[in-house]
């Protein structure tokens, strides 16, 4: 098979300094791997790299992956999200386009978990704060509000991989842990199981592990703040979608919520400038998931699997359900 006759596997975008661990991956598999621009591109420019490129496969990162792309794309196989959440494909036009979606949902559950409970611990032992005060030339360690972790209730709220691995760190290092979750597994490793209003109203720490829908966005909102308790700590770690922003700025102008720790934000870079300044509020660039380790894993992972589609094998994380597939042979 020619280079110019090679099944072409368009790389939307990618947070990473170059595509060599993909283009391994595919190249190897005898496909051919065209990318976007490394940063998320608008719609329209995915929608015009797909009419140019006609892929049979996709890999995107973080770019929209609209229902025209799809469409422009044909005949498309697979949309492979590199990462876990799936908000940025339109997954329901895939499925009916007959387009399997594919996620990697295990590869950064130690460093998202650990990343969450990073936040709990600058949270209660003042970290952040301190940092910033001996910067400015202060030294008042009387100062602070420190916290004992063992004496706090924890609610997670999303209870899947990531949500277990965090539960079960925080519970090691002696906090009470609650979780909510509309379909809680059996075994909770001792954690009680709460609606999400009680499980605010009884947390001194929420945090977020739960996906972005239609149904999730806000789901932490002016009337869900009120419900925690005054002084206490929100972690988001998950999707900037899933909190009111607005409300969150509200909640801790009037001291209500007594800090915040941010992964994700809902206009991302864009950073409200009351967050900015506040001084119980610790933001990250969106790098909970991110290590050497689980980034190598993610890539890899990712590219495999349109690998297996391509070459007419199930894939080991699908997302969608299609009911017809598009007709081809292997490629290999």
């Keep these: 098979m ?8 368009l790389l939307t975008d990618r947070a990473w300094p170059d595509d060599s661990m993909e283009r391994e991956v595919l190249e190897r598999a005898g496909l051919r791997l065209v990318g976007g621009p490394a940063e998320p591109a608008p719609a329209e420019t995915i929608e015009a790299l797909a009419a140019e490129h006609r892929p049979a496969a996709i890999l995107t990162c973080w770019a929209p992956v609209s ?24 997954v329901a036009a895939a499925t009916e386009r007959g ?8 590869y950064c559950v130690e460093e998202v978990s650990d990343h969450a409970v990073g936040h709990v611990l600058a949270w209660t032992r003042g970290l952040a704060a301190a940092d910033r005060e001996v910067r400015a030339g202060r030294w008042h360690p009387g100062g602070l509000r420190l916290r004992r972790l063992s004496t706090l209730t924890c609610g997670v709220v999303g209870f899947g991989r990531i949500g277990r691995a965090t539960a079960a760190k925080l519970r090691a290092l002696g906090a009470r842990v609650v979780i909510s979750d509309p379909h809680p597994p059996a075994d909770t490793g001792g954690a009680a199981v709460l609606g999400l209003d009680a499980l605010l109203a009884h947390s001194d720490v929420v945090i977020l592990h739960a996906p ?17 308790p005054a002084g206490a700590l929100l972690v988001n770690v998950s999707r900037g979608g899933l909190v009111d922003t607005g409300a969150l700025v509200a909640a801790l102008r009037s001291g209500h919520l007594g800090g915040a720790g941010l992964d994700v934000l809902e206009e991302e870079p864009s950073v409200p400038a009351e967050l900015l300044a506040h001084p119980g509020v610790v933001i ?9 380790a689980s980034v190598a894993d993610l890539r890899r992972n990712a590219a495999a699997e349109v690998v297996r589609v391509l070459r007419g094998e199930p894939p080991h994380h699908p997302c969608n359900r299609p009911t017809t597939l598009p007709s081809y042979g292997a490629s290999s």
């Design 99 to 106: 387009v399997l979606v594919t996620n990697v949902p295990d």
């Design 67 to 90: 229902a025209a792309a799809l469409a422009k794309a044909a005949p498309l196989r697979v949309v492979a999200r590199m990462g876990v959440g799936l908000d940025n494909i339109d």
């Design 2 to 9: 020619t280079k110019d006759h090679e099944p072409v596997v």
């Design 212 to 228: 972005l829908t239609d149904r999730t966005r806000h789901l932490i909102g002016a009337r869900e703040l009120a419900l925690m």
């Design 284 to 292: 990250t660039p969106h790098t909970a998931f991110s290590s050497d």
